[in-house]
């Protein structure tokens, strides 16, 4: 089975600063997909943004950026101009077959002002 | 406006009971999905379903049961085998098939023992 290693617990960040969020995966298929979502105290999960595995560009929404290394199996999130409405949870996930999400343990981030 | 509704929002459970969690879509998608999430667990797989009257387990499906008998409905009935249900319940949906769809999520029904 895919697993998804998100490897920072918590994560804070200053208001109008730039914050990298990590995520590593593990799987032999050559064609998947990832996401980023994310999950504030209401307890929703909101898409922020998503990666097709053969596209080489890295996908862009607004100040939410990934870089994708394909061969590295890495998909961090980069948050530029941080709001305090970024804080939240944040879980990476990856699509498997049958298109079930397979999701990392998150990452709490904490926006300061 | 089309999404997924839960519901309860907040459902307990006494001993030995089984309590089933509703999951209703208007979006026409095909694959309906359950998730458990937990602190510091993230979400884990319990049922999907790609089709109606067909779904197969997931990850943690040991104490739970589900029907698909209709394309908009997917309801979770956990038993008392699940011995320990206390939780965040997550029923989403995606259309079947395209592996870039995202899936869209209702917000939640919190289990909790009495």
């Known amino acids: 089975a895919q697993t998804v290693t998100q490897s920072q617990p918590e994560m804070s960040v200053q208001e109008a600063e730039t914050v990298t969020l990590s995520c590593t995966y593990d799987t032999s298929e050559s064609d998947y997909y990832l996401f980023w979502y994310k999950q504030p105290p209401s307890r929703q999960m909101i898409l922020v943004i998503r990666q097709e595995a053969y596209k080489q560009q890295n996908a862009t929404e607004n100040r939410f950026s990934v870089n994708f290394q394909k061969a590295a199996k890495s998909f961090s999130l980069k948050i530029s101009d941080s709001q305090l409405g970024d804080a939240a949870m944040y879980f990476c996930?990856?699509?498997?077959?049958?298109?079930?999400?397979?999701f990392g343990k998150g990452t709490s981030l904490l926006v300061t002002p | 406006d089309g999404g997924i509704t839960q519901s309860p929002k907040y459902l307990f459970r006494k001993e030995g009971q089984n309590v089933t969690l509703s999951c209703e879509q208007n979006?026409?998608?095909?694959?309906m999905y359950w998730y458990r999430q937990d602190p510091g667990q993230g979400l884990r797989l319990i049922y999907y379903?790609?089709?109606?009257?067909?779904?197969q387990k997931g990850d943690i499906a040991e104490g739970y049961s589900v029907s698909r008998e209709k394309k908009e409905s997917f309801p979770l009935t956990v038993t008392s085998a699940q011995k320990n249900p206390t939780a965040f319940y997550l029923c989403?949906?995606?259309?079947?098939?395209?592996?870039?769809?995202?899936?869209?999520f209702g917000d939640g029904t919190r289990l909790s023992i009495l």
């Open positions: 996930a990856y699509r498997r077959f049958r298109d079930a999400l397979n």
């Open positions: 989403a949906s995606t259309e079947s098939g395209g592996r870039n769809q995202p899936q869209h």
């Open positions: 379903s790609q089709i109606v009257n067909d779904f």
């Open positions: 979006l026409n998608h095909d694959a």
